[in-house]
């Protein structure tokens, strides 16, 4: 009796101190937020490279830590090539100007994009064999794109000027099973850190353990020498030896050499002489014409779709990771779900629109404010957001729970501001031009709630004892001016 009893004993401590480690590292997590002052946020970090640039936030900012997210801006130069990379945390990249095209490397999905197989010759000669690849994605300047924990991509610029995107990382995603460190793995190329504020420390601890007494050197030689070798390298692929790699791939000493690229100076954005050859659907004729009709882009993208399921069905593919929509564009102003011709639009992504959000428990949201135009005092009931300015000018007012303004401040192109869950925010653009800015969130059905609607749906009574009004002014207040929270000064002083 006495053993079952102690191992049931056993268990629950192991149970109990297990959900105690886990409430401890959520609640040291969510201290992060007892922000007093909110800063808008530039990159703190540059990595230039052959054909682009990638800039990065330092991810112990006290505003990143309390949203439990990292940031990074990459510039592709036409022809440049963003190296095969994955990261442990989900992403969600907004295009801010420029086209491409995608592609990614799901385990278990068929190579359905190939070119027709080799066959021999009348002489006997072997012609050389045809690709075959997984599935390419388009995108261009507006478009979010959702990329799962672990999947390798890799993007192309295929336009004619440079390629910005802004890619948020939710470290602190169920997905990433590791700390909230921000880390992204390489396939190839020799990259450079883009996180240094958060890797130097792991560094060092990996030159201590690589450090041998002098005592102890001669019998370590060798070793010595293979982890020289496989440190010369920052692609995954670098920690392995040249040898190791030519018998796993069963190729040639010469080919293991390069996959490891040792020596290659070019960094994670490479430019691709010529341009890059891929098996893609899209034939110039039909980019010619996308150009001519650029102002229904919302059609074709739903024809294209829907072609593509078609073929799909009669193909006998399944609706399924290997052939899910990723992408969908958000800026587009026909697409927009809030509209005030004087103030602006807002467009909103969710896992109800775009499916494969739910896996990444992500959303995100465009905002236009024209010229003076004010998106009225709102919060997230149920996400931290984060706010990146695309073009234009403006303000934001940001009030804590102790009614503290911890943000009131002008804002401009490349700035970054977060905003926690629940903390009232208000946006206003500038007078001499409008306000343009995209906003991630972390729930994939984040929800908004509107002061101005918190008032209509309350009883006069209980806003004319709140706030000490008489009925005519709560009235004013329940049914004057827009009914929406896209808001213009000059209309709502005409109303009255």
Same mark, same amino acid.
């Given at each position: ?283 110039? !004729? *039909? /980019? +010619? &014409? %996308?150009?001519? #009709?650029?102002?229904?882009? $919302?059609? !074709? *993208? /739903? +024809? &294209? %779709?829907?072609? #593509?399921?078609?073929?799909? $069905?009669?193909?006998?593919? +399944? &609706? ?177």
């Amino acid at each position: 009796m006495s053993k079952p009893f102690l191992s049931l004993l056993s268990l629950s401590l192991l149970l109990f101190a297990s959900a105690c480690l886990a409430t401890r590292s959520e609640f040291d997590r969510l201290n992060q937020c007892q922000l007093d002052n909110i800063n808008a946020l530039e990159p703190d970090h540059r990595v230039e490279s052959e054909a682009g640039l990638t800039e990065t936030w330092n991810p112990n900012n006290p505003e990143l830590k309390c949203a439990g997210v990292s940031l990074i801006r990459r510039t592709i130069d036409p022809n440049g090539l963003h190296l095969p990379s994955f990261s442990p945390s989900p992403q969600l990249i907004f295009i801010i100007q420029g086209k491409g095209v995608l592609g990614l490397s799901l385990p278990g999905c068929p190579e359905t994009y190939e070119e027709p197989r080799s066959s021999q010759s009348r002489q006997g000669s072997r012609q050389p064999q045809g690709d075959s690849h997984q599935k390419i994605r388009r995108f261009r300047k507006g478009d979010i794109i959702a990329i799962p924990s672990g999947i390798p991509y890799w993007t192309y610029n295929h336009g004619d000027e440079p390629l910005v995107a802004i890619s948020l990382l939710d470290t602190s995603n169920i997905a990433n099973q590791l700390d909230s460190t921000p880390r992204v793995f390489y396939l190839g190329g020799n990259p450079e850190t883009e996180f240094p504020e958060t890797q130097e420390e792991q560094q060092g601890r990996h030159r201590q353990k690589h450090s041998y007494p002098v005592g102890r050197r001669s019998g370590h030689h060798q070793q010595q020498e293979e982890s020289e070798e496989q440190n010369e390298g920052n692609s995954v692929l670098s920690g392995f030896s040249s040898e190791f790699l030519a018998q796993t791939f069963n190729t040639e000493e010469d080919t293991a050499k390069r996959l490891r690229s040792p020596r290659d100076e070019r960094s994670q954005i490479v430019r691709v002489e010529g341009g890059l050859r891929i098996i893609n659907p899209k034939g110039k !004729e *039909e /980019e +010619e &014409e %996308e150009k001519e #009709q650029s102002h229904s882009h $919302r059609e !074709e *993208e /739903e +024809e &294209e %779709e829907e072609k #593509q399921r078609s073929e799909r $069905r009669k193909n006998g593919l +399944e &609706e399924t990771i290997c052939s899910a929509k990723i992408r969908e564009n958000i800026a587009d102003a026909a697409r927009a779900d809030l509209y005030n011709p004087r103030a602006g639009r807002i467009s909103t992504a969710n896992s109800l629109t775009l499916p494969v959000l739910r896996y990444l428990r992500l959303s995100a949201e465009y905002v236009r404010l024209y010229r003076n135009g004010i998106y009225a005092p709102h919060w997230n009931i149920n996400a931290n957001s984060l706010l990146y300015v695309i073009r234009g000018e403006g303000r934001v007012r940001i009030v804590n729970c102790q009614g503290n303004t911890v943000f009131d401040n002008k804002v401009r192109k490349g700035q970054l501001v977060v905003v926690p869950q629940n903390f009232v925010v208000a946006e206003q653009a500038g007078e001499e031009e409008g306000l343009e800015y995209v906003v991630f969130k972390t729930n994939d059905r984040a929800a908004v709630s509107h002061v101005q609607q918190v008032f209509r749906a309350t009883p006069s009574e209980v806003l004319a004892n709140a706030f000490g009004l008489r009925q005519r002014q709560v009235t004013e207040l329940k049914l004057s001016g827009n009914r929406g929270p896209l808001v213009h000064p000059r209309s709502q002083s005409q109303s009255h």
